[in-house]
């Protein structure tokens, strides 16, 4: 019987929800440009971290046209310096220079010449590309040096007796994470935004049309009712959440990241992962917007309110990025806290603490419990009804 | 049968009932006249257990409203005043929701829904959404949706105010219908012709008391009028002086 009423409010608020075009789109939409936004910022990053693809423009002023023609076969592009390259620097009007010798140099001469790269260090942008002519004039140097030494028959090795290599101790997983670091907050917010209008207008909608007092005169109790509209509010912020992966799936399959070294793959296996540890994310999201819906008069007011439940997911998530390595076990019994490094882990294909999802899960049903009991009981309030 | 005893109603400081007695029987169709702001509508409220009183008992064929509202409420089929209905759903679905609530099988829904679709002339809009529906589609519907389980009790909140005369016809004819079927009807209204039309008996209710009760013919009697209208301005005024 009460199986029953609770299948009637269930059914009507999702047939409802779904012919009312405004709360839709205010459901559905978000998950579409929020991944379509990631997508182009992580395009975008992966754009200017990729070296293949970064322009450097040298001034060059003097001639040394053996090291200059190296440069340009390492695509350095070669421009004429300003008659003074220090002041132009110091001016800001030029970001770097390289100085050669003013003479040309005479062909087979063995003198040793200077080259001074020319820069000012307080200028953060000139970094990169100083450092990138740097190294390619060192290059320069143990090559000339090479071919000199095997010219006398030696072995370039002599000159070069300690082999500098560069190995960077960021795994791809870490580098992975840096950029990847924003997305539980996506699907978070997903999960606290996605039944929004809907449960509105499962509350203060009532209100506002003055149908709840007809509602309330069928003998049905008041938890039957606010766990009806808390099914159908869980089953539309799934559908979202589903919506928001979907997308994000496709995004990260289709983005360049081996162009910068890594390697971003995440499979079925870990969208379920994350899929079964955002349900709780849900639980809590439509109980929490149904108890602060029945207090609002109106469908606007709602809005208002809810508008909190979107800041929510922000705060953990600025703890743990400004704190990485923050982690406590204890993290994954507070809602949303515990989600930013599991979420992240699943994303890297990484392990995810045993306790994950019995925490979430068991953390999810008391303070989705007191939200609901909390709507119960206003939802008779006279004041609720009549005011 | 519905018995109210000693019922008291307060407002903060303003005294909406003051100990309201009165009974309505099986079959018949029983008026509640009053002005604006004479208690109409917290005595209804009062009936079908939206607010609790401060003192007395309702009962409801022997169902404490207070103690067993669920019971009671099946046993009713109320009509509030501004009734609103899902402008989403059909007037079909509307009616079919409540039904669902009321417990009723998807069986007795489909042919009770069809009746009362009938007999109020809501062919037409069955299939509709409410939005857009006009006053008169909008209270037939929820007429319909608040008698479809057939309760023994029908309570109507200013049943055909704004109504055509089209509309208004079909809910007498309803009504008529349902005290025929042995059912009562408590219905407020301001409307002297509609009263005097439709009813067995009247109450008329003034500044939160009920100071007159009878046949049409026993209050304009008691009154010492020649109608109904001069006896109902002059009990009530008589109560708002004293």
Redesign the interface.
């Known amino acids: 019987?009460i199986w029953?009423?609770l299948s009637?409010?269930w059914r009507?608020e999702l047939?409802?929800a779904v012919?009312?075009k405004r709360a839709m789109k205010l459901a559905f939409l978000p998950p579409v440009y929020m991944v379509v936004f990631f997508a182009l910022g992580i395009g975008l990053a992966i754009h200017f971290q990729n070296p293949e693809e970064r322009d450097i423009e040298l001034a060059v002023a003097g001639q040394d046209e053996a090291l200059t023609a190296w440069l340009v076969e390492n695509r350095i592009s070669i421009k004429e310096a300003p008659s003074d390259p220090y002041a132009a620097i110091e001016a800001g009007e030029l970001d770097y220079a390289l100085v050669l010798a003013s003479e040309p140099v005479p062909p087979g001469s063995k003198e040793p010449r200077t080259a001074t790269l020319v820069y000012n260090a307080s200028n953060q942008k000139v970094h990169g590309a100083v450092g990138e002519v740097r190294s390619l004039l060192y290059r320069y140097n143990a090559v000339e040096a090479a071919v000199n030494i095997l010219a006398r028959g030696l072995s370039p090795k002599l000159v070069n007796p300690i082999a500098v290599r560069e190995a960077n101790v960021a795994s791809e997983q870490q580098m992975g994470g840096l950029i990847l670091g924003g997305v539980p907050l996506l699907l978070l917010m997903c999960a606290m935004m996605g039944s929004v209008g809907f449960a509105a207008d499962m509350t203060a909608g009532?209100r506002e049309?003055?149908?709840?007092?007809?509602?309330?005169?069928?003998?049905?109790?008041s938890f039957v009712l606010i766990v009806g509209k808390w099914l159908a509010a869980v089953a539309l912020t799934l559908a979202v959440i589903s919506l928001c992966q979907l997308l994000l799936f496709i995004a990260l399959y289709f983005l360049p990241f081996n162009e910068i070294g890594l390697r971003v793959s995440v499979g079925l296996y870990a969208m379920v992962g994350i899929f079964v540890a955002l349900v709780p994310v849900a639980f809590i999201a439509a109980a929490l917007q149904l108890a602060l819906g029945i207090l609002s008069r109106s469908f606007k007011d709602a809005q208002t309110y809810m508008g909190f439940l979107i800041i929510l997911p922000m705060v953990p998530f600025f703890v743990i990025v400004t704190n990485p390595g923050l982690y406590e076990s204890w993290h994954l019994w507070v809602p949303l806290l515990g989600h930013q490094t599991v979420l992240k882990n699943l994303l890297l294909g990484e392990a995810i603490p045993l306790m994950a999802y019995p925490a979430f899960w068991l953390s999810a049903l008391p303070v989705s419990a007191l939200a609901l009991w909390l709507a119960a009981r206003q939802i008779?309030r006279?004041k609720v009804?009549y005011g | 049968m519905i018995e109210i005893e000693q019922i008291s109603k307060t407002f903060g400081t303003l005294q909406a009932l003051d100990k309201v007695s009165m009974t309505i029987g099986n079959g018949e169709i029983v008026g509640l006249l009053g002005l604006n702001g004479a208690g109409k509508s917290t005595l209804m409220r009062l009936i079908?257990g939206?607010?609790n009183p401060d003192s007395g008992q309702i009962h409801i064929d022997g169902v404490h409203v207070q103690k067993q509202p669920?019971?009671a409420?099946?046993l009713?089929g109320?009509l509030?005043d501004?009734?609103?209905?899902?402008?989403?759903?059909t007037a079909r679905?509307n009616i079919a929701?409540?039904a669902?609530?009321?417990?009723m099988s998807e069986w007795d829904i489909q042919v009770n829904t069809d009746e009362l679709i009938d007999i109020l002339g809501m062919e037409s809009i069955a299939e509709r959404?409410a939005d857009g529906f006009s006053l008169g589609e909008r209270m037939k519907t929820?007429l319909a949706?608040?008698i479809v389980h057939r309760p023994g009790h029908i309570l109507l909140d200013e049943p055909t105010n704004g109504l055509d005369v089209i509309t208004t016809r079909a809910v007498r004819a309803l009504l008529r219908q349902q005290k025929a079927e042995g059912r009562s009807v408590l219905f407020s209204s301001h409307l002297m012709y509609e009263v005097e039309n439709l009813c067995d008996r009247v109450l008329v209710i003034a500044g939160g008391r009920l100071v007159a009760g009878g046949s049409v013919e026993d209050v304009i009697a008691a009154a010492g009028c020649a109608s109904l209208e001069d006896a109902f301005v002059s009990l009530s005024q008589k109560e708002g002086i004293a």
């Open positions: 019987m029953n009423k009637a409010v009507k047939r409802d012919r009312d009532e049309r003055k149908s709840l007092e007809s509602l309330l005169l069928n003998p049905v109790p008779r006279a009804i | 079908y939206l607010l669920e019971k409420r099946s009713l109320v509030p501004n009734a609103g209905l899902y402008k989403r759903l679905e929701y409540f669902r609530l009321q417990g959404h929820a949706r608040a």
